[in-house]
């Protein structure tokens, strides 16, 4: 059957809708190439090693650095150790106010392992102290603490996205938690304990993903 009396007879209008066609079936056909996130970073993969450590989000908790978080997501940072109204429960963490992780963006908060005498010598020595509405105090560090808490191991990972989770999202990617739980903040939180994973899942305020041994 010979075409080209009928394409010839075609509209300008439709020779632009069949090359509009033709361009989108091949990009669906053949995408352009992208940089491919390594597997390792992506949030639902992570999982314990042969070892028995607990590997997220590109970092092994508990034997990770600091300085090695700084090496895999970039010198846009802060230092920060934290108490309680009474300055108990001092704690020393890590904040990177704005990554990528494939098509994630958030932040990302790691909570270091200090001995506790030389996190109440950082604490004392700080440079500046925040007192919240709660009471509780936030202490900017001075450089040489920094650079000491550079070496300290990584306890804990927390990722905060910018985009809320939904739980149909959750399960897609997670599967389905082994257990959940409401606790005293009022909100569901999720626990895949073979990924080291609590999904906190808040309605009034950003969710987060912690990732700690349990």
């Known amino acids: 059957m010979n075409l080209k009396p009928l394409f010839a007879k075609l509209p300008i209008w439709a020779w632009v809708l069949i090359g509009a066609t033709t361009v989108t079936w091949m990009f669906v056909a053949f995408p352009p190439e992208r940089t491919q996130t390594p597997p390792q970073l992506l949030p639902w993969n992570a999982a314990y090693n042969e070892q028995g450590q607990l590997q997220a989000l590109g970092l092994t908790v508990g034997q990770d650095t600091t300085q090695q978080a700084i090496d895999l997501y970039g010198h846009d940072y802060e230092v920060r150790l934290f108490s309680k109204k009474d300055e108990d429960g001092k704690t020393a963490e890590v904040f990177f106010p704005s990554i990528h992780i494939s098509s994630i963006h958030g932040a990302i908060a790691l909570r270091l ?18 007192v919240t509405k709660l009471g509780n105090r936030e202490v900017t560090p001075h450089n040489e603490a920094i650079e000491a808490l550079k070496k300290a191991p990584i306890q804990s990972v927390t990722l905060v996205p910018r985009k809320s989770l939904t739980e149909r999202a959750i399960k897609m990617r997670f599967g389905e938690p082994e257990r959940t739980q409401v606790q005293s903040d009022g909100v569901p939180h999720w626990f895949y304990p073979e990924k080291g994973l609590e999904i906190i899942l808040n309605n009034e305020g950003p969710d987060a993903l912690q990732y700690y041994p349990f």
Do not use: D
């Not at 392992?113 to 020595?125: C, D, W």
């Open 113 to 130: 392992k200090v001995p506790q005498e030389a996190l109440n010598r950082f604490y004392s020595e700080g440079i500046q102290t925040t």
